[in-house]
């Protein structure tokens, strides 16, 4: 059973940083992408950042210059660095894993989402 563990969410002033990092379990050997998307109060769920494994990395437009995605040398766990956070960066984060690679060598396409980490950043 694939699971993702979320931490280092919180409440921060406006212009501060924050990391966020999650890091999957379950006999994984290889994980194709990992990205994290947020999900703010009466809106729709976005794409914030994504990192294959690769090495390739996508932003969102409001996350370009300011937050970075990156991954551990594991490949298993991933982090996300906000950087001057403003108050339209409240929201509930969520790390989301897609092709997993599991022991013994099962392919599983599938997305697997976390629990959420909440992101406040007060003005």
Same mark, same amino acid.
């Given at each position: 059973?694939?699971?993702l563990?979320?931490?280092g969410? *919180?409440?921060?002033q406006?212009?501060? !940083?924050?990391?966020?990092?999650?890091e999957?379990s379950?006999?994984? =050997?290889?994980i194709? +992408?990992?990205?994290w998307y947020?999900?703010?109060?009466?809106?729709?769920?976005?794409?914030?950042?994504?990192h294959?494994?690769? *090495?390739?990395?996508?932003?969102?437009d !409001?996350?370009?210059?300011?937050?970075?995605?990156?991954?551990?040398? =594991?490949?298993?766990a +991933?982090y996300?660095?906000?950087?001057s956070?403003k108050?339209?960066d409240t929201a509930?984060?969520?790390?989301v894993?897609?092709g997993?690679t599991?022991?013994p060598?099962v392919?599983?396409?599938e997305?697997?989402w976390g629990?959420?980490?909440q992101?406040?950043v007060?003005?």
């Open positions: 059973q694939v699971q563990v979320e931490s969410g *919180g409440l921060v406006a212009g501060e !940083s924050l990391r966020l990092s999650c999957a379950g006999n994984i =050997t290889q194709n +992408v990992m990205s947020r999900q703010a109060p009466g809106k729709r769920r976005e794409l914030v950042a994504a294959t494994r690769v *090495g390739t990395t996508n932003y969102s !409001s996350a370009k210059g300011r937050f970075t995605i990156s991954r551990d040398s =594991t490949s298993k +991933v996300l660095q906000m950087n956070l108050p339209e509930v984060y969520y790390c894993v897609t997993i599991v022991e060598g392919f599983m396409p997305q697997f629990q959420g980490a992101v406040t007060a003005s």
